[in-house]
């Protein structure tokens, strides 16, 4: 079956670095997406991987290894609108995104 | 670039009812929209997948009959919940892919809060 497993819950300091971990199974893959999503609100786009190694964009930056099915998100300088729900979504050999339940991150000052 | 709008943001409507949601692509052709569903603390629940001018495909479990699918032109899609119920109240979001660009980026609406009472 295809499964996501990541923490369901963070808490980190204003400032600090926090990294996100997402394991994922699925029935083949195209690639893996993060996604922000506040709460009430839709999910946006933060970042895609496609090969292995690290992609940076700004403060966060993803990274993926397709033989261990592993990806994590990485946030640097952490600022109190960062918390949110982090969801990571690989798309699968259909091209349709699997979205597990995210990881709620908790920002304290 | 990119932006992907949802009418209505909220609406209460009694058990019974039919509801229209609409999604629109206000700058870019959309060649694939999504609907998904979202239960407070849950993950995204793929409806289903539509393109433009041609029947969406239902993902197992979801009702074709109850939630109606349009794809009509390449920048709207409606979703109506016919003879709506109080467990269908949940956060509804519509998707889109563009023709061009980063084909692989979806762009998300708003999405809608359906209330049924």
């Known amino acids: 079956g295809q499964n996501i497993d990541q923490p369901t819950e963070m808490t980190a300091t204003e400032g600090a670095i926090v990294q996100i971990n997402c394991t994922y199974q699925?029935?083949?893959?195209?690639?893996l997406f993060w996604y922000q999503q506040h709460a009430g609100e839709a999910p946006t786009f933060l970042s895609y991987?496609?090969l292995d190694g690290l992609e940076e964009k700004g403060r966060f930056s993803s990274f993926l290894s397709r033989s261990k099915g592993y990806s994590y998100l990485l946030l640097k300088e952490l600022q109190m609108k960062d918390s949110a729900s982090y969801l990571c979504a690989p798309w699968d050999s259909n091209y349709q995104l699997i979205w597990g339940a995210g990881t709620k991150l908790i920002i304290k000052p | 670039g990119a932006v992907v709008s949802q009418h209505p943001s909220w609406v209460i409507c009694k058990s019974g009812t039919s509801v229209k949601i609409e999604c629109r692509s206000l700058d870019f052709q959309a060649t694939t929209m999504f609907w998904y569903r979202q239960f407070p603390k849950q993950s995204l629940m793929l409806m289903a997948t539509s393109n433009e001018g041609s029947k969406a495909t239902y993902e197992q479990g979801v009702e074709k009959d109850k939630f109606l699918i349009n794809h009509a032109s390449l920048t709207l899609s409606t979703l109506t919940v016919t003879s709506a119920h109080p467990e269908d109240s949940s956060f509804y979001i519509c998707?889109?892919?563009?023709?061009?660009?980063?084909?692989?980026?979806?762009?998300f609406g708003p999405g809608t809060r359906l209330t049924v009472t």
């Open positions: 699925t029935s083949g893959f195209n690639g």
């Open positions: 991987n496609v």
């Open positions: 998707s889109a892919k563009g023709t061009s660009g980063d084909s692989y980026e979806q762009y």
